[in-house]
């Protein structure tokens, strides 16, 4: 992870702080740090102390599960959309889930932990987008349980590669059918059949780790109803879209 010195990273990037009051989004400027993190990069490994929380403003951050045996299914993605560091906010002060980039680049705003419990104490508008990041965060995770139990493989990949495309901003990026296999929860036999159909289909391109979405709007016809749940329920709560 490096300090980004390329060029100012604008917060309002990231919705839950452009979404803050001004003079909130103000007070809590000085205390940002710009970072470049890398693709696969950890920010955070299972019941290790967090002493950072990240605002992403561009690529895609994943929260995974990690069983015993060392398999992991992604249970959230996270871009300019939300945070990296929930826990923190919980008072918990360590999370038995890890986050690290999945697509990159990656460029996040970073806050001391101490500094952002001050922060929410302080600024009205915090508090409250962190109390609507919770309840999205709990909503979310509901919906894919219930996806999950009741759709089939290729709906859920859509819609996988649908909040993806959205929290990256881009119609091409780097997604691996490894990745899709955590995402989806399925076996890569089955990501393997559920990318083939997508793209006899024409909704979707994978070449080399890459995926391309030609019509988003198409895709979006051969989700499931998840996706429009998750996004009506996210507009609802922060007065816009998470892209």
Same mark, same amino acid.
């Given at each position: 992870?490096?300090?980004?010195?390329?060029?100012?990273?604008?917060?309002?990037?990231?919705?839950?702080?452009?979404?803050?009051?001004? *003079?909130?989004?103000?007070?809590?400027?000085?205390?940002?740090?710009?970072?470049?993190?890398?693709?696969?990069?950890?920010?955070?490994?299972?019941?290790e102390p967090l002493s950072h929380v990240y605002f992403p403003v561009s690529g895609m951050v994943s929260i995974v599960a990690v069983s015993a045996a060392g398999a992991s299914v992604e249970v959230g993605p996270v871009?300019?959309?939300?945070?990296?560091?929930?826990?923190?906010?919980?008072?918990?002060?360590?999370?038995?889930?890890?986050?690290?980039?999945?697509?990159?680049?990656?460029?996040?705003?970073?806050?001391?932990?101490?500094?952002?419990?001050?922060?929410?104490?302080?600024?009205?508008?915090?508090?409250?987008? *962190?109390?609507?990041?919770?309840?999205?965060?709990?909503?979310?995770?509901?919906?894919?349980?219930?996806?999950?139990?009741?759709?089939?493989?290729?709906?859920?990949?859509?819609?996988?590669?649908? *909040?993806?495309?959205?929290?990256?901003?881009?119609?091409?990026?780097?997604?691996?059918?490894?990745?899709?296999?955590? *995402?989806?929860?399925?076996?890569?036999?089955?990501?393997?059949?559920?990318?083939?159909?997508?793209?006899?289909?024409?909704?979707?391109?994978?070449?080399?780790?890459?995926?391309?979405?030609?019509?988003?709007?198409?895709?979006?016809?051969?989700?499931?109803?998840?996706?429009?749940?998750?996004?009506?329920?996210?507009?609802?709560?922060?007065?816009?879209?998470?892209?």
């Amino acid at each position: 992870m490096r300090t980004w010195t390329s060029s100012p990273i604008e917060p309002r990037r990231n919705v839950l702080l452009a979404t803050l009051e001004p *003079m909130d989004l103000e007070s809590l400027a000085d205390h940002l740090e710009p970072v470049s993190i890398d693709y696969r990069e950890v920010l955070y490994r299972p019941n290790e102390p967090l002493s950072h929380v990240y605002f992403p403003v561009s690529g895609m951050v994943s929260i995974v599960a990690v069983s015993a045996a060392g398999a992991s299914v992604e249970v959230g993605p996270v871009g300019s959309d939300g945070m990296v560091g929930l826990p923190v906010y919980l008072g918990a002060g360590s999370d038995p889930l890890q986050a690290f980039v999945q697509v990159p680049p990656c460029l996040a705003l970073r806050l001391a932990a101490e500094h952002f419990r001050d922060a929410v104490e302080r600024l009205p508008t915090l508090q409250r987008n *962190m109390r609507l990041y919770v309840h999205w965060t709990y909503t979310s995770m509901a919906q894919w349980i219930l996806c999950a139990r009741l759709h089939p493989a290729e709906e859920r990949m859509a819609r996988w590669l649908l *909040m993806c495309h959205e929290r990256v901003n881009q119609n091409t990026f780097p997604l691996t059918h490894e990745f899709l296999a955590q *995402m989806v929860g399925v076996r890569r036999a089955t990501v393997t059949l559920a990318a083939g159909a997508l793209q006899r289909a024409g909704l979707a391109i994978f070449r080399r780790g890459l995926v391309t979405i030609p019509d988003p709007r198409a895709l979006e016809e051969a989700a499931c109803e998840c996706y429009g749940v998750l996004k009506a329920e996210y507009t609802r709560l922060f007065g816009r879209p998470p892209e």
